[in-house]
């Protein structure tokens, strides 16, 4: 009687710490939405309620068979039981909030050392078939140390407690109570075999073993199976199916680098995003094309897309663009048709028994595309949820789709841009050449006798040749980010050059022409002086002089061009001289001296300018010289190193 007794009160001691933990979790005021823990609850508490049976159960003396199976199946549902309790006490601590775990340390620290303590306890029990006699002093030691701490954490404070269930943590849980179920199942059944003869035991023993291993063989490794277990869980165990944030940041690690690390093209990411978020194999994605409409231009695991049409008919890009709204197709083949872009879906998407779901991705109001998806391993029923997450997550799509095409056209307007600027710098050199042969011409009705005046023309007209072949040079080297070989040369060269050709246009003094030997492209030297010193001559009188000027001051070798024209102003200077597309000439492309700038420049050098209204304006170029070149690179060096 008094074994009984003892035995009752343990059950009852039990029974008080379940309803305390769901004390814990009921304290956020929202007990109906308890939907995991209520029925967890229920089914711990009836296993417990199971121990009042095994006392009314006679047992036979001596420690017969019937008493040692008592003590085993009382020993494995206190294991069950405390198994139970430990996952919920998990689910306690890890699902409440950050700022409340704090609360919680005390109350679940006390639960957990009395369910791991009985959960060690009995199952030993059952593992020796006999009570731990060294352990039992102990187990009442645990209880009382643990029934303290966990009555510290029982205050007013824990009534804001929230209990958000870790779905993995459920799962695992899940798949834990499967394996465990199966592990019961066959020991139950053994403990009937051992009842039966010994032929008959081995045979149905041989049996069972099969049928066992043919289901495990049949069930786990289905693709259904699994689907179907997961829909049930999520439908039934949760408030919400999606676990918004897990699946957001698994759909943003598949759009930004793909699946494990691959790196497959945007249009087939965003399929294979979709399509994991919402369990779908895969699917087929529809974009506009120029020529087709809204046709196929990517697909992912659908294995029939070659019997289907390539495009989906403009009434139901329309309807689509105007509705906004996600196509059931399983519900339009059972007859669901409604008004709307429904009306406009074609027989042969409806009739496609692999449609699941038609998506639009839109971005601003605009069709971006269209994802129809396959259908799931587990057919389940489209509700409002999965409509909501399709309909942001293909407007998310949308946007890295019309993002990616809004770079595929920058890219193109950059190259049309890069050859209208190549264009417009062989304008500009044409332009001048032009020049050159009109002043050219006006010079020829006066001077056509003169000899010394043909001679020069000759001269002008075969370095107008000269030009015009290296202008058809250049155009192709412009836009290109070849680099040119620098070469030594004396700066005087490009000087004499480019006075001898232009001086039969228009008057030039060379004021002073000193040795200065720098590295560059001579080439481009020329031609930027060739700029600066026709600016000059547009800007000048016809009688007034251009003067030019070369000299080197120790370190850079300079280049002034020097006219008496009407000057620029300090505004034009700050913001138009080197501004392309600028220009105070009529008909001028505003480039030369750009160009001048962005030439010299490349060779490590300077243009400089100085202009007053009315007086005249010095362009003055500035390369180092070969010899100085060292030391000013390691003062460049320092002047980095000190910044």
Not at 174 to 188: R, T
Not at 543 to 557: H, K, N, P, R, W
Not at 574 to 588: A, C, H, I, N, Q
Not at 591 to 618: K, N
């Amino acid at each position: 009687m008094g074994h009984h007794l003892a035995e009752a009160t343990e059950i009852l001691a039990n029974l008080g710490w379940i309803y305390a933990l769901f004390r814990l979790f009921a304290n956020d005021g929202r007990d109906e939405n308890l939907v995991l823990v209520r029925p967890a609850i229920v089914a711990i508490a009836l296993v417990e309620t199971l121990q009042f049976a095994l006392l009314f159960v006679p047992a036979q003396p001596d420690g017969g068979i019937s008493e040692t199976l008592v003590f085993e199946t009382s020993s494995i549902l206190r294991v069950l039981v405390a198994v139970g309790a430990l996952v919920l006490v998990h689910n306690l601590h890890l699902g409440a909030e950050r700022q409340t775990r704090i609360l919680l340390r005390w109350s679940a620290g006390g639960l957990l050392a009395i369910w791991a303590f009985s959960l060690n306890f009995h199952l030993l029990a059952w593992l020796t078939g006999t009570t731990p006699q060294t352990l039992e002093p102990f187990y009442a030691l645990t209880i009382a140390i643990a029934s303290l701490v966990s009555a510290v954490g029982f205050r007013r404070s824990t009534s804001s407690l929230q209990f958000r269930p870790s779905r993995t943590a459920t799962f695992h849980f899940l798949s834990l109570l499967l394996i465990v179920s199966y592990a019961f199942a066959l020991a139950l059944t053994a403990r009937w075999l051992d009842a039966a003869s010994a032929d008959t035991a081995r045979m149905l023993q041989v049996g069972t073993m099969v049928i066992a291993a043919s289901l495990l063989l049949i069930w786990m490794p289905s693709r259904r199976a699994r689907a179907w277990l997961r829909v049930t869980a999520l439908k039934h165990l949760f408030e919400h199916r999606y676990d918004y944030r897990a699946e957001w940041l698994r759909f943003t690690q598949t759009i930004a680098r793909g699946k494990d690390g691959s790196s497959d093209a945007l249009p087939e990411r965003a399929i294979e995003a979709l399509a994991d978020l919402t369990g779908s194999p895969g699917g087929l994605l529809f974009m506009h094309s120029e020529d087709q409409g809204f046709s196929r231009i990517a697909s992912r695991n659908w294995g029939d897309q070659n019997v289907l049409p390539r495009t989906l008919p403009a009434p139901l890009i329309s309807a689509m663009e105007r509705d906004g709204r996600v196509i059931d197709l399983p519900g339009l083949r059972k007859g669901a048709r409604s008004v709307g872009c429904d009306a406009f879906c074609p027989d042969w998407l409806i009739n496609c028994d692999s449609a699941w779901a038609a998506v639009p991705l839109i971005h601003f109001d605009r069709l971006v595309g269209v994802i129809v998806l396959a259908m799931p391993a587990h057919d389940h029923r489209l509700d409002w949820e999965d409509f909501d997450i399709m309909k942001i997550v293909g407007r998310q799509l949308a946007s890295y789709l019309a993002e990616q095409a809004g770079q595929a056209a920058l890219l193109e307007a950059s190259r049309f841009d890069e050859f209208n600027r190549r264009m417009a710098f062989v304008m500009h050199d044409i332009k001048n050449l032009a020049s050159q042969m009109s002043l050219l011409t006006r010079n020829a009705e006066k001077h056509a006798d003169n000899p010394e005046f043909r001679r020069d023309m000759m001269l002008t007209v075969r370095n107008s040749a000269d030009k015009l072949n290296t202008l058809l040079a250049r155009l192709g080297r412009y836009g290109t980010t070849a680099t040119r070989s620098s070469e030594a040369f004396d700066m005087r060269g490009p000087v004499v050059a480019v006075t001898t050709r232009l001086a039969g246009i228009h008057p030039l003094t060379l004021i002073r022409s000193e040795e200065a030997k720098v590295c560059g492209q001579i080439e481009g030297l020329e031609q930027a002086l060739t700029h600066l010193v026709q600016n000059a001559i547009d800007a000048s009188d016809a009688e007034s002089a251009v003067a030019i000027e070369t000299f080197s001051d120790g370190l850079y070798g300079r280049i002034c061009v020097i006219d008496s024209g009407v000057g620029m102003s300090p505004a034009f200077l700050r913001e138009g001289l080197f501004k392309p597309f600028v220009s105070t000439k009529d008909g001028g492309f505003g480039i030369g001296a750009f160009e001048a700038r962005e030439t010299i420049r490349a060779m490590g050098g300077q243009l400089d300018v100085d202009s007053r209204e009315g007086l005249g304006t010095r362009f003055t170029i500035s390369l180092p010289l070969e010899s100085a070149r060292p030391m000013l690179e390691i003062d460049e060096d320092k002047a980095r190193e000190a910044a």
